[in-house]
Structure formats: structure tokens, C-alpha cells
T-cell receptor, first 113, second 115 residues
Framework: DGGITQSPKYLFRKEGQNVTLSCEQNLNHDAMYWYRQDPGQGLRLIYYSQIVNDFQKGDIAEGYSVSREKKESFPLTVTSAQKNPTAFYLC????????????FGPGTRLLVL | AQTVTQSQPEMSVQEAETVTLSCTYDTSENNYYLFWYKQPPSRQMILVIRQEAYKQQNATENRFSVNFQKAAKSFSLKISDSQLGDTAMYFCAFIISTNDYKLSFGAGTTVTVRA
């Protein structure tokens, strides 16, 4: 089946710890994205990548980092510098056209212990 | 900066009836694309419908249709013959047709379909 997978479904972070959220797609999409969703709010863009080995900051990149070593994978690391990481994180992908719709994974819920 | 406004935080509709969700946006660009996404309790974001700004014809997708008014910068979603499975949060979003890949989202409207 073609689609986007995210893991884990739930993730717990301790103070000062870096954690990495996985995102994989087998849709052969060039572009991939990470969004953050807080309760009762819309999505805010963290990072996006249009091609392998290239990525750009979104609106709320501080405290996050990404890599794009493979077309299929776009992991997100939530660093200890992110002081309020509790949120729902959604990964998306699209064809390399601005007009293409973005398709989303099932999301990861990050909680701080 | 692009902004998207959804003025109805919550709406309720009886099963089999019709509900319309409003969305307005602000952009100085002429070419862009508009979307409605659905987020059910599972929290999976699902694309409902897509509209190109250069097309005057309103998009339809089964029971979902839009009323796109470019001059008014309005993009409402109509759900006809509402079903219990339509219960979800609905987000309006758009992207400008340049090399900018940022999808701008509204805050969402929670739709509850009553049996």
C-alpha cells in the first residue's frame, strides 16, 4: 500500500533529552513537511524539504532539526532547546509542485515527562 | 503574509441534512490553490477537496462541494446528506503558486453530525 507512516504513535520525552520522530513515505513524492498541531489550533509548519539533502525552515523551526538523506525519509528531532514540545506532530508529502495537495501521515503525539 | 480565517469554531448538523462551513483568506497573489482537509477523532488529516484559483467552476467531490468566490476571497465547504462519519474537525488551507511550499491553515471548524 502507498502511503505515509509515522512512528512512534506516542513518544515521551524527559527533560533535556533529544527525541526523533520518524516519517517514511512510499509515494515517490519529492517534497516532505513537518507540522505541529496544538490543541484547538491549526497546523504550523516546522520544516520542509523539496529534494534530498536540502531543507528549509518553516514558521516555528527553533528547537527542531531535520535531515533528508533519502527521498523516502524525513526524520524530525525535537531538541532540548524546544521548551514546550508537547504537541501532535504531523508529517506530510507532496509532488514537487506548489499546487499539489499534501498528504499526511497518522501523526505522533509527543508528551513531556 | 497569507492568512486563513474560519469564523465558526463549532457546528452541529442532523444526519442527512446539509451544513456549510465558511472560510476567508487574504493574499495579494493571483494564482493559488485552496483545500479543505478533514481531521476525524483519529487525528489523521484527510484531503477532502481541492480548488484551483484560476478555475471559475466550483470543485465537487461526491457529497462535498465548494463555493469559491475569488473577488470576495471566500471558499466555503458544503457537506450534503451529512453522515455520522463526517464528524470531524475541518480545516481550510491554501498555497500560493510559486516556489513557496507553505500550506497556510485556518484554525478549524468542529463539525458534529447528530443521529
Amino acid at each position: 500500500d502507498g502511503g505515509i507512516t509515522q512512528s512512534p504513535k506516542y513518544l515521551f520525552r524527559k527533560e533535556g533529552q533529544n527525541v526523533t520522530l520518524s516519517c517514511e513515505q512510499n509515494l515517490n513524492h519529492d517534497a516532505m513537511y513537518w507540522y505541529r498541531q496544538d490543541p484547538g489550533q491549526g497546523l504550523r509548519l516546522i520544516y520542509y524539504s523539496q529534494i534530498v539533502n536540502d531543507f528549509q525552515k518553516g514558521d516555528i523551526a527553533e528547537g527542531y532539526s531535520v535531515s533528508r538523506e533519502k527521498k523516502e525519509s524525513f526524520p524530525l528531532t525535537v531538541t532540548s532547546a524546544q521548551k514546550n514540545p508537547t504537541a501532535f506532530y504531523l508529517c506530510a508529502s507532496s509532488m514537487d509542485r506548489a499546487q499539489a495537495a499534501q498528504y499526511f501521515g497518522p501523526g505522533t503525539r509527543l508528551l513531556v515527562l | 503574509a497569507q492568512t486563513v480565517t474560519q469564523s465558526q469554531p463549532e457546528m452541529s448538523v442532523q444526519e442527512a441534512e446539509t451544513v456549510t462551513l465558511s472560510c476567508t483568506y487574504d493574499t495579494s497573489e493571483n494564482n493559488y490553490y485552496l483545500f479543505w482537509y478533514k481531521q476525524p477523532p483519529s487525528r489523521q488529516m484527510i484531503l477532502v477537496i481541492r480548488q484551483e484559483a484560476y478555475k471559475q467552476q466550483n470543485a465537487t467531490e461526491n457529497r462535498f462541494s465548494v463555493n469559491f468566490q475569488k473577488a470576495a476571497k471566500s471558499f466555503s465547504l458544503k457537506i450534503s446528506d451529512s453522515q455520522l462519519g463526517d464528524t470531524a474537525m475541518y480545516f481550510c488551507a491554501f498555497i500560493i503558486s510559486t516556489n513557496d511550499y507553505k500550506l497556510s491553515f485556518g484554525a478549524g471548524t468542529t463539525v458534529t453530525v447528530r443521529a
